[in-house]
């Protein structure tokens, strides 16, 4: 089945600072990325997703990009704020498997 | 309803005694999904279904763990002769699916299951 690996685990950063999340995926079939983010306490809500025909995507200070041939795909956060602080969580939905697989989760801490 | 709801948000057992958790998805979503997340750790997928196909029982950690879906809303998941490694949120979510794709899933709130 599918395998998503997500690095780092934790990640501080300046207010202002930009914040990279990286994940890697096993089955080349998978066909859709989403990135889920997780405030203490709270449900995971989509914040932003690319699919496999698109190689990036923006979304105000949010944006995801996809290297197919290499099975990896990143978020990025540009001019990061406390309220970004949470837990980013990747995935990788192999239409064959029919499966959304989650990475192991990134706790990102904005300092002020 | 507006959200995906899930009952009950907490449960305490003792060791050994059966739970179930419910989940009713967003009206119209074809797919529900559930999920495990231990304190600290990261989304364990446990069961999918898809409309009136067999459900994807494949995460299902061992077979105390049941689930199923009634009429293709509302979802209950079984955990019987609980364990303390049981211990968890289970979080379930739904999403309005196209057949071989996905869409964006709705979660709810989870269920914090403590075992004692």
Do not use: M
Request: glycine share 10%.
């Amino acid at each position: 089945g599918e395998n998503v690996e997500q690095h780092p685990s934790t990640l501080s950063v300046q207010e202002g600072d930009s914040a990279v999340i990286k994940c890697t995926y096993s089955d080349s079939a998978s066909n859709y990325f989403p990135w889920y983010k997780q405030e203490l306490g709270k449900r995971p809500q989509l914040i932003i997703d690319i699919r496999s025909n698109v190689g990036e995507k923006k979304d105000q200070r949010i944006a995801v990009t996809l290297n197919k041939t290499a099975k990896h795909f990143s978020l990025h956060i540009t001019e990061t704020q406390p309220e970004d602080s949470a837990v980013y969580f990747c995935a990788a939905f192999s239409g064959s498997a029919r499966q959304l697989t989650f990475g192991s989760g990134t706790q990102l801490t904005v300092l002020p | 309803g507006a959200g995906v709801s899930q009952s009950p948000s907490n449960k305490v057992t003792e060791k050994g005694k059966d739970v179930e958790l419910r989940c009713d998805p967003i009206s119209g979503h074809t797919a529900l999904y559930w999920y495990r997340q231990s304190l600290g750790q990261g989304l364990e997928f446990l069961i999918y279904f898809q409309g009136n196909s067999a459900p994807d029982k494949s995460g299902l950690p061992s077979d105390r763990f049941s689930a199923e879906r009634t009429g293709g809303s509302v979802s209950t998941l079984t955990i019987q002769r609980t364990q303390q490694e049981d211990s968890a949120v289970y979080l379930c979510a739904s999403s309005p699916i196209l057949a071989g794709s996905t869409g964006e899933l709705f979660f709810g709130e989870g269920s914090r299951l403590t075992v004692l």
